[in-house]
C-alpha cells in the first residue's frame, strides 16, 4: 500500500502541464512603446508563432504524461521518461505574457491590426457575440 501511495504522490509531481493551464508571465507593455504599428504586428506574430509551438509541445508531453502514468503501474521505469521541462513551462509563460504586452501596445498606439478581436493563445473558445439584425 505504501508503494501505490509513493507511486501516486511521484506522477502527480512528474506530469507536465498542459499549456492552458500556464498563466501570462507579466511583460510590461512600456517596452514596445518606440515600436510602429507594423513593428508590434510583426512581433505579435513571431510571439504568436513561438507560444504556439511550445504550446504544442507541452500538450502533446501532458497527453504523453497521462498515458505513461497508467502503463506506469505495470512498468515503473516509465517514470523517467514523464514531462515536458519547466523551461517550456516558463518560456510559454514568458510568450504570453509577451502577447499580452504587445497587444495592449498596439491598442494604446490604436493600431488598426491591434484594434481587430485577437486570437487567444489557448485553445478556449470565444463566446460568440450577438449581433441585431433589426435597424
Not at 501505490?4 to 499549456?19: E, F, K, N, Y
Not at 512603446?33 to 513561438?50: D, F, G, I, K, T
Not at 511550445?54 to 515503473?76: M, T
Request: one cysteine or more; a neutral charge; hydrophobic letters at 40%.
Amino acid at each position: 500500500m505504501k508503494r501505490l501511495v509513493c507511486l501516486a504522490t511521484i506522477l502527480a509531481a512528474g506530469c507536465s502541464t498542459a499549456s492552458k493551464d500556464i498563466a501570462s508571465l507579466y511583460v510590461s507593455p512600456m517596452q514596445y512603446e518606440p515600436y510602429s504599428c507594423e513593428q508590434l504586428a510583426a512581433e505579435n506574430a513571431r510571439v504568436e508563432s513561438r507560444a504556439r509551438q511550445v504550446a504544442g509541445r507541452l500538450d502533446e508531453a501532458a497527453q504523453n504524461d497521462k498515458a505513461l502514468a497508467v502503463s506506469a503501474i505495470v512498468f515503473w521505469p516509465t517514470l523517467f521518461a514523464l514531462g515536458g521541462t519547466k523551461q517550456q513551462e516558463a518560456e510559454y509563460a514568458r510568450l504570453k505574457g509577451e502577447h499580452d504586452a504587445v497587444q495592449q501596445a498596439g491598442i494604446q498606439k490604436r493600431c488598426p491590426q491591434m484594434l481587430a478581436p485577437s486570437q487567444q493563445l489557448t485553445s478556449t473558445p470565444q463566446p460568440a457575440v450577438a449581433t441585431s439584425a433589426s435597424q
